[in-house]
T-cell receptor, first 113, second 110 residues
Framework: DTAVSQTPKYLVTQMGNDKSIKCEQN?????MYWYKQDSKKFLKIMFS???????INETVPNRFSPKSPDKAHLNLHINSLELGDSAVYFC????????????FGDGTRLSIL | GEDVEQSLFLSVREGDSSVINCTYT??????LYWYKQEPGAGLQLLTY?????DMKQDQRLTVLLNKKDKHLSLRIADTQTGDSAIYFC??????????FGAGTRLFVKA
């Protein structure tokens, strides 16, 4: 019973390509997130959706476009991939409310050749 | 802006206690969290504390909060080799954003 699942787990592709990462949660949460973790393990919020509405949009290149078809899914599409996009991307979800922690997926390891 | 800082490395011997420290800047923080990340995995919530509490204990884990100094610590008693991981401190203020520290890498020597 995977709570937050991301696909693919690994993604190796060439510079300039367009790729998507999918995320699904079966916890009934109303808020979902995308984080980028760099090689030094620093975790940076990229986007957050609450009930399919964008609520956090950090300074992220507009090559990154999130899409939430319903509150159980938040996908991340990346256009024109660059070398600096190589990282681990984590999806997370939480229920609204301050004491509700975030539940993380296992990450998608993106490598740009 | 909000910031969360932690030391990057900690090395202890198996059976000793580990203490991981964290400082944060946002005085309106409502909840503070400790997450654990093992190699190749996502972050897993270990414990959290509400900002009006001083201490929380959960089996081998003890969280201490000094709100005046904006200092949070995680103590792991009887540290085991399976505790080797990266530990992230995080704080949440009003709103949806949670700010994470850079993570403390705990190495447990047998």
């Amino acid at each position: 019973d995977t709570a937050v699942s991301q696909t693919p787990k690994y993604l190796v592709t060439q510079m300039g390509n367009d790729k998507s990462i999918k995320c699904e949660q079966n916890l009934g949460h109303d808020t979902m997130y995308w984080y980028k973790q760099d090689s030094k393990k620093f975790l940076k919020i990229m986007f957050s959706y609450n009930n399919k509405e964008l609520i956090i949009n950090e300074t992220v290149p507009n090559r990154f476009s999130p899409k939430s078809p319903d509150k159980a899914h938040l996908n991340l599409h990346i256009n024109s991939l660059e070398l600096g996009d190589s990282a681990v991307y984590f999806c997370a979800s939480s229920q609204e409310g301050g004491n509700q922690p975030q539940h993380f997926g296992d990450g998608t390891r993106l490598s740009i050749l | 802006g909000e910031d969360v800082e932690q030391s990057l490395f900690l090395s202890v011997r198996e059976g000793d206690s580990s203490v991981i420290n964290c400082t944060y800047t946002d005085s309106s923080s409502t909840y503070l969290y400790w997450y654990k990340q093992e190699p190749g995995a996502g972050l897993q919530l270990l414990t959290y504390i509400f900002s009006n509490m001083d201490m929380k204990q959960d089996q081998r884990l003890t969280v201490l909060l000094n709100k005046k100094d904006k200092h949070l610590s995680l103590r792991i008693a009887d540290t085991q080799t399976g505790d080797s991981a990266i530990y992230f401190c995080a704080e949440r203020s009003m709103g949806f954003k949670t700010i994470f520290g850079a993570g403390t890498r705990l190495f447990v020597k047998a």
